[in-house]
């Protein structure tokens, strides 16, 4: 994993990197806007901790600046100022968290792995919910660690039910998404209606949990507990 550090106070930046890369983390520290914002925009990160009080461009500045840019590696924001205002300036500018100091050490990390679980989450390798986990790298579905094998479609279904996992997904999206077929007819309906129990079938048989539920006349939903 890899951190960019923005902080210009030394003895800040220092502490951040020492107890990092004790955690090990891959440390890069820069200590100006200007500094962060041409390391932002040529080299990968897993993940930013940007102060907003710098010399120079300050953090919202670059923070904006390499949001327009497209660049998405999730950021936590550390600063001094505690105040409402800047927070939603923050969140609006395109931070992921925001953190106040001083802050206890441990709630730094705490925020940063969930930081990096999301900004991971958009180019996934894993998916999970509940004790059911799909590799995608691996092609590997597993339910309370049970190897579940699936035919590719049953595989791409569940894929998608899992990425939108909470939300109710409609026959007319799945035909859209995952059979790519832009126009919903009756026997497609048909076809989804039997993978979709094909796939309840091999994930949810025997299971006390139910994961995929069927929300009569809208479609479904992977979900742990009741639709
Ligand atoms: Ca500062």
Redesign the pocket.
């Known amino acids: 994993m890899r951190i960019l550090v923005v902080?210009?106070?030394r003895k800040v930046a220092n502490a951040l990197r020492e107890g990092l890369e004790g955690e090990r983390y891959d440390v890069l520290v820069e200590r100006t806007g200007e500094g962060a914002f041409f390391r932002i925009t040529t080299e990968p990160f897993d993940a930013m901790l940007l102060?907003?009080?710098?010399p120079g461009r300050d953090g919202l500045e670059i923070l904006k600046a390499m949001r327009a840019r497209g660049i998405t590696t999730p950021v936590l924001v550390l600063t001094a100022r505690d105040t409402l205002q800047d927070r939603v300036i923050g969140l609006d500018a395109g931070a992921d968290d925001y953190l106040v100091k001083p802050f206890a050490f441990t709630e730094l990390l705490a925020r940063l792995r969930a930081l990096v679980r999301r900004g991971q989450s958009g180019q996934a390798t894993q998916l999970a919910i509940g004790d059911l986990e799909m590799h995608l790298i691996t092609r590997e579905v597993t339910r309370g660690g049970q190897r579940v094998d699936l035919t590719v479609r049953e595989f791409e279904l569940l894929e998608y039910l899992l990425s939108h996992q909470g939300q109710v997904v409609s026959r007319e999206t799945l035909a859209r998404d995952v059979w790519k077929e832009t126009a919903r007819t009756a026997p497609l309906d048909n076809v989804i209606d039997v993978h979709i129990a094909r796939l309840r079938r091999k994930v949810d048989t025997d299971q006390a949990a139910k994961l995929i539920h069927t929300v009569r006349g809208v479609g479904f939903v992977l979900r742990e507990g009741e639709p």
């Open positions: 902080e210009d106070e102060d907003l009080t710098l």
